[in-house]
C-alpha cells in the first residue's frame, strides 16, 4: 500500500517569498490533516479537511496561510509571505474518516522542511 | 483539551524492557489513548491504541489501568533502531477524535 507522499521534500526561501507544498494522501482517505513541527516540539496541527471541506483550521495563521484540497484528494499548503519562524517540517497525514473518540490511526508523510532566511 | 504529561527523556540499555508512563487527564469514557514513534526525518508512526486494560501488538504493550487517568508503554527487549521519539496522545477534547502533541519522551537506546 503506498503511504503518503509529500513533495518537495526541502525547501529554502527567503523571508517574505511565497512557498507551497503539495500532499497526496492514502488512497480511500477521507480526511486529510497539515501539520507543523518545529525543531524539538510535537507536530502542531494546522487544519484538517474531511473530503474537500475544513473540518478545523482555528490553528492556521490565516493572513498568510492557506490550504485547499480540491476534488477532495491532493491538497496544498500554501504561505505567503513566509516569515523567520515559518521554519519547520510540515507533515501531511491522513486517515478514514473517524468517529468521535473512537480508535483512530493517521499515516504521515515524511513531511517537508522549509528554512526560511 | 486532554492533556498529557510524559517524561521528556529516558535512556535504556539494549535487550531491556522500557516502560513509559503517561498521566491524562480528561479522557471521557470511550476515547482512545493513542502511541505514535517518530525517528529522525520522518513524520510520526502509529503504534498501539487503547482506551482500557491491556493491548498488545507485535511492537509494543498498553497498559491502562481502570481509572484511566494513566497509561504505560511498553516496549520488550529495546534495540537501538527503538530510539526515537513517543507521543502519548489523548483526544483534543472528550469526545473529540483530533490528536495534540506533545513534546513527547525521547528514548536514547545505549548499547
Known amino acids: 500500500e503506498a503511504g503518503v507522499a509529500q513533495s518537495p521534500r526541502y525547501k529554502i526561501i527567503e523571508k517574505r517569498q511565497s512557498v507551497a507544498f503539495w500532499c497526496n494522501p492514502i488512497?480511500?482517505?477521507?480526511?486529510l490533516y497539515w501539520y507543523q513541527q518545529i525543531l524539538g516540539q510535537g507536530p502542531k496541527l494546522l487544519i484538517q479537511f474531511q473530503n474537500n471541506g475544513v473540518v478545523d483550521d482555528s490553528q492556521l495563521p490565516k493572513d498568510r496561510f492557506s490550504a485547499e484540497r480540491l476534488k477532495g484528494v491532493d491538497s496544498t499548503l500554501k504561505i505567503q509571505p513566509a516569515k523567520l519562524e515559518d521554519s519547520a517540517v510540515y507533515l501531511c497525514?491522513?486517515?478514514?474518516?473517524?468517529?468521535?473518540?473512537?480508535?483512530?490511526?493517521?499515516?504521515f508523510g515524511p513531511g517537508t522542511r522549509l528554512t526560511v532566511t | 483539551l486532554a492533556k498529557t504529561t510524559q517524561p521528556i527523556s529516558m535512556d535504556s540499555y539494549e535487550g531491556q524492557e522500557v516502560n513509559i508512563t503517561c498521566s491524562h487527564n480528561?479522557?471521557?469514557?470511550?476515547?482512545?489513548i493513542t502511541w505514535y514513534q517518530q525517528f529522525p526525518s520522518q513524520g510520526p508512526r502509529f503504534i498501539i491504541q487503547?482506551?482500557?486494560t491491556k493491548v498488545t501488538n507485535e511492537v509494543a504493550s498498553l497498559f491502562i489501568p481502570a481509572d484511566r487517568k494513566s497509561s504505560t508503554l511498553s516496549l520488550p527487549r529495546v534495540s537501538l533502531s527503538d530510539t526515537a521519539v513517543y507521543y502519548c496522545?489523548?483526544?483534543?477534547?472528550?469526545?473529540?477524535?483530533?490528536?495534540?502533541f506533545g513534546k513527547g519522551t525521547k528514548l536514547s537506546v545505549i548499547p
Open positions: 487503547g482506551y482500557k
Open positions: 496522545l489523548g483526544p483534543q477534547g472528550a469526545g473529540s477524535y483530533q490528536l495534540t
Open positions: 488512497s480511500g482517505h477521507a480526511t
Open positions: 480528561n479522557i471521557a469514557t470511550n476515547d482512545y
Open positions: 497525514a491522513s486517515s478514514l474518516s473517524p468517529s468521535a473518540g473512537g480508535p483512530h490511526e493517521q499515516y
